[in-house]
């Protein structure tokens, strides 16, 4: 099975008060856990369950994610901002794994 990619485009600047938008995928093979494999036993479900967004240690958005999620989940939401800082993404795997990428973005 290939790895997991998280990708993510911020914009490298905004004006503070005005919404911007950020766009995330993250390449996974998920499982949805109701297949079998060639012997009949079943394919333990294996999804990102979970996506996190922080800027400068504040949450942005925290959502949950089910049995219907799509293979290479696409998250596309607007934020706004007062500061330069950072971004931190985290994406849950139901094997315990995390997904983390960060981007940077200044102030116009």
């Known amino acids: 099975m290939a ?3 998280p990708r993510v485009k911020v914009p490298g600047s905004a004006k503070a008060g005005e919404a ?3 766009k995330t995928l993250i390449s996974h093979p998920m499982e949805s856990g109701l297949r079998k494999d060639k012997q009949g036993n079943p394919i333990p479900r294996k999804i990102i ?3 996190t967004c922080d800027f400068n240690g504040t ?3 925290d959502m949950e994610m089910h ?3 799509s293979a290479n ?3 596309e939401f607007d934020a706004v901002i007062d500061a ?3 971004f931190t993404f985290n994406w849950y795997d139901d094997d315990g794994s995390v997904y983390t990428a960060s981007k ?3 102030l116009a």
């Open 104 to 106: 940077a973005i200044k």
């Open 59 to 61: 949450n942005v958005i």
């Open 84 to 86: 330069a800082g950072e």
């Open 3 to 5: 790895a997991s990619k």
């Open 49 to 51: 369950n979970r996506f």
């Open 73 to 75: 989940p696409y998250i």
């Open 67 to 69: 049995g219907a999620v």
């Open 20 to 22: 911007f938008t950020i």
